[in-house]
Antibody, heavy 120, light 107 residues
């Protein structure tokens, strides 16, 4: 059973960089797209971007200038960095796996989420 | 970006009711449409992928239909554990986008 777990600081100061890591267990990270999604309290889901094990990335244009994703296949981990954060970046951050069955592409495994608060 | 619009934003229903949620895409997305269920404090859970394929382990009272721009999620007989928020999501192109959610509440 594939499991994902987010880790990182729960509190980040404004203008600093948010850094999160997702550890994948129960399966290899060496295929699939690995994704970050966030959800402000009481609001909907926003796709931040994704990374393939080769290092290929796709970012949401609304965040692209501030986002960097990386992958470490030896540790079965992938990471998110979001720079110059403001209070608007306060949210629960999820990592997820995007599977491709040929007939569809979907997020089939999710981490439990981690709350990141941006505050001084 | 492809905009996903769900309706209604919320609904009240009773156990045993048939519930229908609709999702409209701002352009054709073929059948690249997924549905998720989210309960408070938990991650979304995949219910339906490719518009109508039931994810393994999901009860058969959930079904999806549609293609192009218009899609529906149907719960044939609402159960107590189905009170939650439901999201549609397109996987036709990046950026992936979600509907705003439909909250199913107790009537």
């Amino acid at each position: 059973q594939v499991q994902l777990q987010e880790s990182g600081p729960g509190l980040v100061k404004p203008s600093e960089t948010l850094s999160l890591t997702c550890t994948v267990s129960g399966g290899s990270i060496s295929s699939y797209f690995w994704t970050w999604i966030r959800q402000p309290a009481g609001k909907g889901l926003e796709w931040i971007g994704r990374i393939y094990p080769t290092g290929t990335t796709n970012y949401n244009p609304s965040l692209k200038s501030r986002v960097t994703m990386s992958v470490d296949t030896s540790k079965n981990q992938f990471s998110l960095k979001l720079s110059s954060v403001t209070a608007a970046d306060t949210a629960v951050y999820y990592c997820a796996r995007e599977a491709d069955s040929g007939s569809g592409r979907y997020f089939d495994y999710w981490g439990p989420g981690t709350l990141v608060t941006v505050s001084s | 970006d492809i905009q996903m619009t769900q309706s209604p934003s919320s609904l009240s229903a009773s156990v045993g009711d048939r519930v229908i949620i609709t999702c409209r895409a701002s352009q054709s997305i073929s059948s690249y449409l997924n549905w998720y269920q989210q309960k408070p404090g938990t991650a979304p859970k995949l219910l339906i992928y490719a518009a109508s394929s039931l994810q393994s382990g999901v009860p058969s009272r959930f079904s999806g239909s549609g293609s192009g721009t218009d899609f529906t999620l149907t719960i044939s007989s609402l159960q107590p554990e189905d009170f939650a928020t439901y999201y549609c999501q397109q996987s036709y192109t990046t950026p992936r986008t979600f509907g705003q959610g439909t909250k199913v509440e107790v009537k």
